[in-house]
């Protein structure tokens, strides 16, 4: 009788399995939404996960299977998503009805990860409203310049690293490995108050820590999948994201910088001084170490990766387009005559073309290939297509806008796979189909740091040395078919090879004069 019973119970559990995942791969048909016929479980991504096609180009190709919606379906596995392709409809949704849709669906458990679950990417509602008003000021203008300082001490003893081991012959480095370090430091001295410097000391913890748990690769875009359509079998394997050893170190860092300041009175004009300043006030979030730790913590991930990957994507750009490079360093020139070879903050902030060059990369390579929303408020969307019917969204809804996908559509980019600043010169870049930082309230908070980030760096890597291709540098470049992240297959190989800094300072200089003498 207990055999029986036990599998009548399989059954009945398969049966009911079964018609579950039927009802959800039926959604969009019973909606009436364009959309690819899925594959039981694993939806419209089963081309990635056998390996086919990297994810950016698959959900590229099923972009161009509907031009004339405003909007089609996709299956992220057994998740149904409304991708909008229609760049007013888009703009309305993450603008104008921002109330309806203000939250992020979340990459982090909250029991498995709880201090990194309360990252800002994370927070919904309210809560997210008044951390983001609280770390705002913390990525104004006023506050770029006075870290711009810190960021060019650290672009120095990068390309000072760079000019002593390459030298007149050049050497060949994978530039995710460089521009790493370079955007550890960064983040270190910027956001912590910690000097790193992760070319003289290359296994310093911070990197090796960075390296180690936020670089987006297959395992992470694995375990970010997992999460996100499979959350109850995640926790049940206790599939963390990050887990307490990372959590722990910055948790150790975090308290270490707050306790030292509050003991030596130190001040400075970061992220975690701004969190520290509201913990005896009335109003607003309370912030304890925890908090702090996870705000600090996604920063710090953000520069590490995402920034990181963008300027790499940059320097291949300008290094297989010698035209490029040959107007860039131009322009980099024109401003070291005008600073006397000492670069500001403004002489940087003002460089149109290298405002194009940042701004084409960003174009060709946007690191978030897809931004996600979720409903919070029913609406009411219009037809996708002339003959179908509007439909109405309920609260826990996900929709998806596709900035890979719009940035290289040929009806808003002519040439769209071309590398081509002058597109961003000449005004006919249409900004309603330009958001490599997102759309809306919930646009990067840390985009002024991030262009200022990559800005210095490739000012002085091109000041002091000529980028190159390498044996290994493929052109065209192919992406990586296990990586959510854009990445290129093989890696960031470029060749670097040291100018000759003085000559080339001295000719920049009015009258000839030496840096060192003004």
């Known amino acids: 009788m207990e055999l029986f019973t036990l599998l009548l119970s399989i059954v009945v559990a398969s049966i009911c399995l079964y ?6 791969l039926t959604h969009f048909e019973r909606l009436k939404i364009p959309h690819v016929r899925p594959i039981p479980l694993l939806g419209n991504m089963a081309p990635f996960v056998f390996g086919r096609i990297a994810p950016m180009e698959l959900m590229q190709k099923i972009y161009h299977l509907f031009p004339d919606a405003k909007y089609y379906g996709f299956y992220d596995f057994t998740k149904p998503m409304i991708v909008i392709r229609d760049p007013e409809l888009i703009s309305t949704i993450a603008i104008k009805q921002f109330d309806n849709f203000s939250d992020h669906y979340g990459f982090v458990n909250e029991t498995l990860d709880p201090i990194a679950a309360k990252n800002l ?7 997210w409203r008044e951390m983001r008003k609280l770390l705002s000021p913390s990525f104004t203008s006023s506050k770029m310049k006075m870290m711009f300082g810190l960021m060019n001490q650290c672009a120095e003893n990068f390309v000072n690293f760079v000019v002593t081991e390459s030298g007149k012959t050049g050497k060949a480095y994978d530039m995710k490995d460089l521009l790493s370090r370079y955007a550890t430091d960064t983040v270190a001295t910027c956001a912590f108050g910690i000097n790193t410097d992760s070319f003289k000391y290359p296994n310093n913890e911070f990197f090796m820590v960075g390296k180690k748990a936020m670089t987006f690769d297959a395992w992470m875009s ?9 959350s109850l079998l995640s926790k049940i394997l206790k599939l963390r994201m990050f887990g307490p050893k990372i959590e722990n170190f910055f948790k150790d860092v975090v308290a270490t910088t707050v306790k030292a300041r509050d003991e030596q009175g130190i001040v400075r004009p970061d992220m975690i001084q701004l969190m520290m300043e509201t913990r005896n006030k009335d109003s607003g979030p309370e912030f304890d170490i925890d908090e702090m730790t996870a705000q600090a913590f996604v920063f710090f991930l953000g520069g590490f990766d995402t920034v990181s990957s963008v300027m790499c994507f940059m320097a291949h750009e300008i290094g297989v387009n010698p035209d490029v490079q040959r107007k860039l360093r131009e322009e980099i020139e024109d401003v070291l005559r005008q600073t006397n070879g000492k670069p500001t903050y403004e002489a940087i902030n003002r460089m149109k073309y290298l405002d194009a060059v940042i701004n084409e990369t ?19 969307l219009p037809p996708a297509t002339p003959d179908g019917e509007p ?38 870049v249409d900004n309603s189909v330009y958001m490599p930082f997102g759309i809306g309230p919930r646009l990067c908070i840390g985009n002024r740091f991030a262009l200022m980030e990559a800005k210095i760096m490739i000012f002085h890597l091109l000041w002091r040395c000529d980028i190159e291709p390498d044996v290994k540098t ?5 992406f990586n078919k296990k990586s959510l992240a854009p990445l290129p297959d093989g890696g960031f190989w470029l060749k670097l090879r040291a100018r000759n800094s003085k000559a080339s300072v001295t000719q920049c200089l009015p009258n000839g004069h030496n840096v060192d003498e003004q």
């Open 19 to 24: 018609y579950f995942i039927i009802s959800k």
């Open 121 to 127: 990417f994370n927070l919904r509602g309210d809560h």
């Open 222 to 230: 694995f375990k970010f999948f997992m999460h996100r359509n499979f």
């Open 362 to 380: 960003q174009r060709l390579y946007p690191v978030a290939i897809l931004l996600d929303r979720v409903c919070v408020k029913k609406t009411v």
């Open 391 to 428: 439909i109405t969204l309920k609260p826990g809804d996900n929709i998806w806008f596709m900035p890979f996908s719009l940035h290289r559509d040929p009806k808003y980019y002519p040439h769209p796979k071309k590398f081509d600043p002058e597109r961003f010169l000449n005004g006919s």
């Open 474 to 478: 493929r052109v065209p470049m192919v």
